[in-house]
């Protein structure tokens, strides 16, 4: 009896197992650590757990503004307004430097569809080939569109390295520079393009395929599985950093490997303490972390 007696103390002094951590818990040791403002935005859109961190904080984008564009692009293609096909010439004066390929590697008069210069832009967050579809769709449109949306704080100032020419909100070019977004609204805008509701159903898949060529892989994906799928776009200046998109997170129980679960990841930082052009840049390796946390956070669901 007595023998009966310590076991159950001891059972109920020691639980079986602790508690898993939320997500909140296992990010805060990140966030904290970083030098320079972050805002985060995660929703697993199958069972709708999500966290934010400053999520209504309205933050610099770098080229992440690119994905408003290509959203505009699609829906004026889907109202005739535009036609993807059109070729565009490109000038010695669109050439730009920073990102992207077409300005060192393209001579000048070379031919692209629209839509190639919107894959462009996102596979390569192309800084040229941004400018010319902008030039074609007009960056008041743009943001036009993004109100609609219900994300008015997303919002593309000008033309990228040509602010002197083309910048339509002064104000928000000299504090925000080329665009401006909350990580919410990111979030929001990824959630609309995985259910369709962005632009058409057509438009929308195509968009999903152009973010998930984007070939940026220093930031969420660094430290997942090679094989993993994410449809993103990502951005960088000197203090800046951005990553969000899409993660599909493979079932490793399904022998097919056809499950996924979709999850949006959005990471903002601005004004980091280190600004260096390295890989191991402090605020990539921080999305680095968050990416992994996240990904190894999503529970593995049982095959039927």
Same mark, same amino acid.
């Given at each position: 009896? &007595?023998? $009966?007696? !310590?076991?159950?103390? $001891?059972?109920?002094a020691? =639980? ?10 296992k990010?805060k040791?990140i966030?904290?650590?970083?030098k320079g403002?972050i805002?985060?935005? #995660? ?5 709708g757990?999500? $966290? ?9 984008t ?8 290509m #959203?505009?692009?699609?829906?004026q293609?889907d109202? *005739?307004?535009?036609d ?13 430097p920073?990102a992207g390929?077409l300005?060192?590697?393209f001579?000048?008069g070379?031919?692209?569809?629209? &839509?190639d ?6 596979r390569?967050?192309d800084? +040229?080939? +941004?400018?010319? #579809?902008?030039? &074609? ?5 743009v943001?036009s569109?993004?109100? *609609?949306?219900?994300i =008015?704080? +997303? /919002?593309v100032?000008s033309?990228?390295y040509? /602010?002197?020419?083309?910048t339509? %909100?002064?104000a /928000?070019?000299? *504090? ?14 990824f959630e ?5 509701? !962005? ?8 968009m999903?395929a ?5 070939d940026?892989?220093?930031?969420l ?16 200046t000197?203090?800046? /950093?951005? %990553? ?5 997170i493979? %079932?490793?129980t %399904?022998?097919a490997?056809?499950?996924?679960t =979709? ?7 601005n ?5 260096r052009?390295i890989?191991?840049?402090a !605020?990539?390796? +921080?999305? !680095? ?6 990904y190894?956070?999503v529970?593995t669901?049982?095959? =039927?």
């Amino acid at each position: 009896m &007595r023998l $009966f007696v !310590a076991v159950l103390a $001891f059972a109920i002094a020691v =639980p079986l197992s602790a508690a898993e951590p939320t997500l909140a818990e296992k990010l805060k040791p990140i966030i904290d650590a970083h030098k320079g403002k972050i805002a985060i935005a #995660v929703k697993n859109l199958t069972t709708g757990e999500a $966290f934010e961190h400053n999520p209504d904080e309205v933050m610099q984008t770098a080229s992440l503004i690119k994905l408003a564009v290509m #959203v505009e692009a699609y829906r004026q293609a889907d109202e *005739k307004t535009i036609d993807l096909t059109k070729m565009m010439t490109l000038a010695k004066d669109d050439k730009v430097p920073g990102a992207g390929i077409l300005t060192d590697h393209f001579s000048d008069g070379a031919t692209l569809s629209i &839509r190639d210069g919107i894959r462009l832009m996102i596979r390569y967050s192309d800084n +040229t080939a +941004t400018n010319m #579809v902008l030039d &074609r769709i007009g960056i008041k449109n743009v943001n036009s569109n993004t109100v *609609k949306l219900g994300i =008015p704080e +997303t /919002r593309v100032n000008s033309k990228v390295y040509k /602010r002197s020419s083309s910048t339509v %909100d002064v104000a /928000r070019s000299e *504090k925000y520079q080329l665009g401006s977004t909350t990580a919410k609204e990111t979030l929001k805008l990824f959630e609309l393009i995985h259910t369709e509701k !962005a632009a058409s159903v057509e438009s929308c898949k195509a968009m999903i395929a152009h973010l998930k060529a984007n070939d940026d892989k220093e930031l969420l994906v660094r430290y997942l599985p090679e094989n993993t799928v994410m449809a993103h776009k990502s951005g960088a200046t000197n203090q800046v /950093r951005t %990553d969000a998109g899409i993660l599909y997170i493979p %079932d490793t129980t %399904d022998t097919a490997k056809k499950r996924k679960t =979709p999850v949006i990841v959005v990471v903002l930082t601005n004004e980091n303490e280190d600004q260096r052009w390295i890989l191991d840049n402090a !605020a990539q390796l +921080t999305i !680095a972390k968050i990416g992994k946390v996240v990904y190894d956070h999503v529970p593995t669901k049982k095959s =039927p």
